[in-house]
């Protein structure tokens, strides 16, 4: 018997505490743009230069932030359980804390990729964070932000369902659940597995959901409660 298979989908209210805004908390303005014209594939084709732009401040601003008590209390419950994380975060603080695998649905903010080739993807330097229309990568292609636009495909989706279907239990943290494909992953969960739901503002269908607990708690306050719980339960 191997530990039990714990399938985690986070959303930005697992970073909101570590000081990163989200969008939605925004009123569909991101850093005073519309999100539509930074975060969709329209946006990049009619403006690369701005979308550049935005991404470089999005890094700058990610740099200054550290992991918080949400992304280290799910680092700790590797003891005990075979965690995955799915989440829509293109931060990489669940990777600073230290969970080790971990499935960005919406791309990666430190990464970029090749315009013309999408498998072909690159970490950024570190000390080189921003880029331009104009920047190449290492094979010579003219490279883009590795995030998925608004308008374009999730190409991890197939992967998060497997991991979803395959979990024992299932904690859904800091997401309104109204982000497709990935508020529906919750329905892939097999029938009868435990469901954890956190969040401050939960979506109400959650709570008429079969098989859902409802933690209504910021993230570090919830992933608090629910290792308390699965500590007694499971």
Not at 6 to 18: D, N
Not at 62 to 85: G, I
Not at 131 to 138: A, L
Not at 151 to 165: G, H, M, S, Y
């Given at each position: 018997?191997?530990?039990?298979?714990?399938?985690?989908?986070?959303?930005?209210?697992?970073?909101?505490?570590?000081?990163?805004?989200?969008?939605?908390?925004?009123?569909?303005?991101?850093?005073?743009?519309?999100?539509?014209?930074?975060?969709?594939?329209?946006?990049?084709?009619?403006?690369?230069?701005?979308?550049?732009?935005?991404?470089?401040?999005?890094?700058?601003?990610?740099?200054?932030?550290?992991?918080?008590?949400?992304?280290?209390?799910?680092?700790?419950?590797?003891?005990?359980?075979?965690?995955?994380?799915?989440?829509?975060?293109v931060d990489d603080l669940h990777e600073r804390a230290g969970s080790s695998k971990v499935l960005h649905l919406h791309g990666e903010l430190m990464k970029i990729r090749s315009v013309s080739d999408p498998s072909y993807i690159?970490?950024?330097?570190?000390?080189?964070?921003?880029?331009?229309?104009?920047?190449?990568?290492?094979?010579?292609?003219?490279?883009?932000?590795?995030?998925?636009?608004?308008?374009?495909?999730?190409?991890?989706?197939?992967?998060?369902?497997?991991?979803?279907?395959?979990?024992?239990?299932?904690?859904?943290?800091?997401?309104?659940?109204?982000?497709?494909?990935?508020?529906?992953?919750?329905?892939?969960?097999?029938?009868?597995?435990?469901?954890?739901?956190?969040?401050?503002?939960?979506?109400?269908?959650?709570?008429?959901?079969?098989?859902?607990?409802?933690?209504?708690?910021?993230?570090?306050?919830?992933?608090?409660?629910?290792?308390?719980?699965?500590?007694?339960?499971?």
């Open positions: 018997m191997g530990k039990p298979k714990l399938v985690i989908s986070s959303g930005a209210g697992i970073s909101a505490e570590s000081g990163i805004s989200t969008f939605r908390d925004a009123g569909g303005l991101w850093e005073n743009y519309p999100v539509m014209d930074v975060a969709s594939a329209d946006g990049f084709r009619k403006n690369p230069e701005l979308v550049h732009k935005f991404y470089n401040a999005r890094r700058h601003d990610l740099v200054s932030k550290f992991p918080n008590d949400a992304h280290k209390a799910l680092v700790e419950l590797e003891r005990d359980f075979d965690v995955y994380v799915i989440t829509q975060n690159e970490p950024l330097d570190p000390q080189h964070l921003d880029t331009t229309p104009d920047t190449r990568g290492k094979r010579g292609d003219l490279m883009r932000p590795h995030i998925v636009f608004f308008q374009e495909p999730v190409p991890n989706i197939e992967k998060a369902i497997e991991w979803v279907e395959m979990a024992d239990i299932f904690v859904v943290i800091g997401t309104s659940l109204a982000v497709y494909p990935a508020a529906g992953l919750i329905q892939y969960v097999r029938r009868g597995t435990p469901i954890y739901y956190i969040d401050p503002n939960p979506a109400s269908a959650a709570s008429r959901m079969a098989d859902v607990t409802v933690i209504k708690a910021t993230a570090t306050e919830g992933m608090r409660r629910l290792a308390e719980i699965l500590e007694h339960k499971h």
